[in-house]
């Protein structure tokens, strides 16, 4: 794909989702790394209607690691995977409070030491919480960046790295979300939407759905 192609796609991208945001709910930085941690294999939606129980109980790492493994358990428990999660928590809790004061720390390596942070979720943190102009590829994002030719990769470090090198550098802080909410509503997975997408005559998917 050319770079002409590439820079249109993301300019209607721009055009059609005006004010793009992450669909987790959260009022600072430790609960937005906490609904990221969370949705690991697990839907927004989901990870959203167990934190709007969770945070006014506890939004802070004190808060968090005085609920206790069990305590964050009954909360999450309606999410995959949330032995694991409650117990990366309260380890990501007490690194917080002995090593940041508390505070989400602004760097990759930190952030990728942290029980539960892997790449994906320091992206989503530092691009969401600080504007670096990262691109964490989910699996929506992955999809994406295969079908249409943007960044065609065998794996998500792949894809990343080429998203990277190729997104012009005016749409690299929103590029996360744009691709991510174009997989999730429009480039979906069993049947893509091609006859009402924005980008489907730049697109060089090959077995385009045209209804």
Known sequence: MNPQKRYEIFSRLRD????????????????????????????????????????????TPEKMLALGEAGIRQYIKTIGLFNTKAKNIIATCQILIEQYGSQVPEDRAALEKLPGVGRKTANVVLNVAFGHPTIAVDTHIFRVSNRTGIAPGKDVLVVEKKLLKFVPDEFKLDA????????????????????SCVIEDLCEFKQKNIE
């Open 16 to 59: 059609h989702i005006k004010a793009p945001r992450s669909e987790l709910e959260y009022r600072s930085n430790f609960e937005l790394l906490i609904a990221v941690l969370l949705s690991a294999q697990a839907t927004d939606v989901s990870v959203n209607k167990a934190t709007m129980k969770l945070y006014p109980v506890a939004n």
């Open 176 to 195: 996360h979300h744009w691709l991510i909410l174009h997989g999730r509503y429009t480039c979906i997975a069993r049947k893509p939407r091609c006859g």
